[in-house]
Nanobody, 119 residues
Framework: QVQLVESGGGLVQPGGSLGLSCAASGSIVSANRMGWYRQAPGKERELVATITSGRTTDYADAVKGRFTISRDGAENTVYLQMNSLKPEDTAVYYC?????????????WGKGTLVTVSL
């Protein structure tokens, strides 16, 4: 069973920076895709950024130019560097790992880490 553990959340002032990391354990193969999603109070979970095993990245329009996703494929570890944070970035951030096995996708999620952007 794959387990994901996020770390790095916390309180930061608007305009500040914060880095998140997520380590996946329990898998002997590299995840085809890893990513970060977030859910703000009263809103649905939304994509923040994803990165494939080939290092192709995708970002939500709201974070382009401010957030950077990266990964260590050998360790199934994914990072999210968040700069120029805004109050609207406040949310619980979830790490995900996706594996394509036998033609079917299997997705695993972390429990989330809270990021609060406030004065």
């Amino acid at each position: 069973q794959v387990q994901l553990v996020e770390s790095g959340g916390g309180l930061v002032q608007p305009g500040g920076s914060l880095g998140l990391s997520c380590a996946a354990s329990g898998s002997i193969v590299s995840a085809n895709r890893m990513g970060w999603y977030r859910q703000a109070p009263g809103k649905e979970r939304e994509l923040v950024a994803t990165i494939t095993s080939g290092r192709t990245t995708d970002y939500a329009d709201a974070v382009k130019g401010r957030f950077t996703i990266s990964r260590d494929g050998a360790e199934n570890t994914v990072y999210l560097q968040m700069n120029s944070l805004k109050p609207e970035d406040t949310a619980v951030y979830y790490c995900s790992a996706h594996f394509l096995i036998g033609g079917r996708w299997a997705a695993y999620w972390g429990k989330g880490t809270l990021v609060t952007v406030s004065l």
